[in-house]
Each structure stands twice: as C-alpha cells, then as structure tokens.
C-alpha cells in the first residue's frame, strides 16, 4: 500500500491511497469467506455456496466492504508512520479501479493542532488563604431567621432606612423606557410592581433607597441614580437613570430571637449549637468547593495561556454552535423574548465563539498531557462513575448503560473520566501560593447567598437579595465548564 499524507493549514491534511491488486484480492477473499459462512441462500448448505454465487449475490456489498476497510487501514497506517492524530476523514473521493486491478482513491482529513507541550509541571496557583469566620456564620444565621421573620404594616410614618419598602417603579434613558433605549433586557432595572425592597445603600441602585428615605404612603417620587461601571450591561454603565416610583406599602421587619426550640423548628432534633455547627460545616463544604473551582479555573487560564495553535475550523464551528444554543435557552428560559435574543445575536455568537476556542483547546492540551503521561482509568472506576450516574438517574443500572450505548454517549463518559483524572494529576504536580483578601473574594464568587444544606430558605423573605440580583443576558462561565 502506498500512502501519501499532504498536509494543509488549518488542521487539514489530503491522505492519497494506492492499493496494489494482489493486496485488494487478498482481503476481498477474505470478505468473501466471511459472506459465504454467513449467508442463507436456498438450495446451498451454510459455508458451501459457491464464490461465484457470493460475488452475484452481494457484489456490492463486498465491493463496499472492502474499500471501508481499505480506507480504514490506510489511516492506521498514515497515523503511525506520519503521526497523524486524526479527527474526521471525509468520504473517499477519486476512487479509481485501475485495468490491472489496483484501486486508488484520496479522502480529506481533519487532523488535530501540531504543537509542543508546554512545561506543564509546577504551574503556580494563587489560592485564598480564608476560613469560615464567626461573621460568617453570624450572616448566614442571620439568613436563616429571615424565614421566621414577622412583617408589620407601618402607616403612622415614613419610609427609614431598614424598613421594607413595597413600591412600583420604573425607569428612563433620555426619556425612553431604559429596555427600548437600550435595545435589550435590562432585568430588574427596567422597573417592578410590587416589589419589596430593603431599605439599604446597596438596593436597585446605589443611592435608590437614600432617595426614597422620607416618603410617605402613596408618594410618588422621580429622582435621578447612576449606574456602576461594573453593571453587566456595558451599555449602561457610567449613565444615570431617571426613576418614578411609587411607594405603595412600608413594613417593619422583626427577627425571632434564636431559641433552642426555634432551633429544632429549623433543624429537627438540633439545639442552637447544634444548628450553628451544621452552619458552620456547610460554609466550610460551599468554601472548599469553591476554592477547588477556582483551583481549576485558574489551572486551565494558566495551561492555556503558556502555548498558541490553530483550532480545526469544523470543530470550532460546531462547538461554537453548540454554545450559543446554550446560550440561547438559558436566556429564554430566564424571561428573554426571541426579539430580544435576536436583538443580542451578535453579543451571544461572540461569547459563543470565545468559549469554544476556550473549551477546544484546553481538551486538545488536556488529551495530549494524558497521552504523555500515560493517564487512564480502570474498568472499576468506570463501572463506578456508571453506577453513580444511574443512581443520580434513578435508573438500573443495566438500563442506564444500555442507554449510554445505544446513543453513543459512552465514550463521552470515558473521555470526561480521563480528563478529570489529567486535571487531577496538574492539581498533584502544581505550585500552590497562598493570598489573601483578593482571592478569597474570587473564592466568594460561587452561591454566596446560599443558604446551609438542608436548611431551607424561602425565597419571598429573600426580598433584600433579588435587589441586588443581576439582569438576564448573556452569561459569562470560566472555561471547560462541560468538562
């Protein structure tokens, strides 16, 4: 067999095949024999149909038999001589079966990136150097008490700070609804009704609830608040909205003091201690989980920045497809209208773009690291992380994996095992350095309003978090977050 492997840009390479005949009749022969062993044609025995027989028979099917495994052993073969890590390999083109028997034909290949690892040992990492603090625990109690706070109507006075303020609102950019002039979903600061908002600096806006101290029953307020360079729409930040509100209701909120009987309300058969050292170990869980994502977030941003290559375009296209499809229905699953999203397209196909190249290219180093390194994963493991994902399914196991097999997601499984293990093994060899305030912030990022494990919060006493909450749009997460 002669093979030629031309290669091109952009992960690209052109495989030419020359077959000789000698070579095409052997392992037709062996197509053949394999049809007439499992063939039932009437009047002929199993295994004695003659060739001649087979070859009308099934003549097509041997023919195209034989040029798919011909196919296939000239990319075994190109890829060990050549070194050719190949993705795709279209369909042979040029096929040609020449007078004295031999057969050539050429198929275009996606191969993946060349590139020399990088020194990929020892990377340091900056991680928070921050415990669970009294304070912490303080606030999270602090929490837990809003659910059996009380609520009384205050009608003989004014709006103060710490009060909650139930009011209608909306808001203007130069005269025009702050959504229409924006051209875009804005969440919370386009206005509300009935909304309950806790009387602090912080509420909506900066400002927002300073302007609204002093206001009586059913006063209507208009007043001006600038927006923070650090709002997630770009296009608002730095101007200032023109605000009306409404102030339809003032309530003053009462905590209950923490009792042991309260305590047993909240968590059965615990006592204050008790409730407040589960407190503290599930802070102490969401915190070590979240230093561990940052660990790995901050591995991949450093893995990906020590090299540059070219990404193959096919896989990007698609894996940037993928990501704006996301994209797209966690924004109409948040409230976006489809106007909206069209409006946002070229925003979304752009954070689309980028996390893929982000996500292809950290696998691509990923893999190649497990291939040098030799990185794999017993068949017990497999059968476990199977298992584990039954049991989450709530499926047999069995069933579950015949359903894996059947749509062809096993492998995916598999490479997500062995990528998990190689980010592993860069977490094992890494250099860790402790920092302070900025990267416990960083630490902070994840669930930070979560409340404990298996103590749960009603959201409608949560009015002083949705003031703060972010508007919908297009979400930015750190890279290989699929893996």
Known sequence: MKITVERQSNCTATLSVEIPSDQLKE???????????????????????????IEQRFGEQITAELEQRMMQNALNEAAEKEDLRVIDAKSPEDTAHHPDGALTFSSALTIAPEFELPDYKGIVLEIPDRVVTDEDIESELQNVLNRYAEYADITDR???????????????????????AVGQSVGYLGGGEDYWLKMEDESILPGFSKALEGAALNEERDFKCPVPEEFP??????LELDFHVTLKGIKEQTLPDLTDELAAEILPGSDVKG??????????????????EFKVSQLL??????????????????????????MVERGLGSGMSEDEIEERQNEIFAAATQ????????????QRIAEKEEIQFSQEEF?????????????????FAEELQKSGRMRGVQHSMLISKTIDFLLEHAKVDGIEQVAGEKAEEADAAAGPEGVEIDPENQSDQESTSAPDGTEEESANEDE
Do not use: C, W
Request: hydrophobic fraction near 35%.
């Open 383 to 399: 059968a476990n992380r199977v298992a584990a994902m039954a049991n989450q399914a709530k499926k047999p196991i069995k069933t």
């Open 233 to 238: 729409v770009e296009e608002l930040r730095g």
């Open 301 to 326: 941003d450093k893995l990906t920045a020590m090299v540059e290559f070219d990404l193959p375009p096919e896989l990007l296209n698609a894996e940037t497809q993928g990501q704006a499809d996301e």
């Open 158 to 180: 004014p709006v103060q700070a710490g009060d909650f303020a139930v009011i209608d609102y909306g808001s203007q950019l130069e005269g025009k609804p702050t959504e229409e």
């Open 27 to 53: 392992e037709r022969q062996k197509i053949i024999r394999a049809f007439s062993s499992q063939a039932r044609i009437s009047g002929f025995r199993p295994g004695k149909i003659p060739r001649t027989v």
């Open 355 to 366: 996390r893929a190249q982000m996500n292809l290219k950290t696998d691509f180093l990923l």
């Open 275 to 292: 409730l407040t050292e589960t407190i503290r170990g599930n802070l102490e869980h969401q915190l070590n989980q979240q230093i561990g």
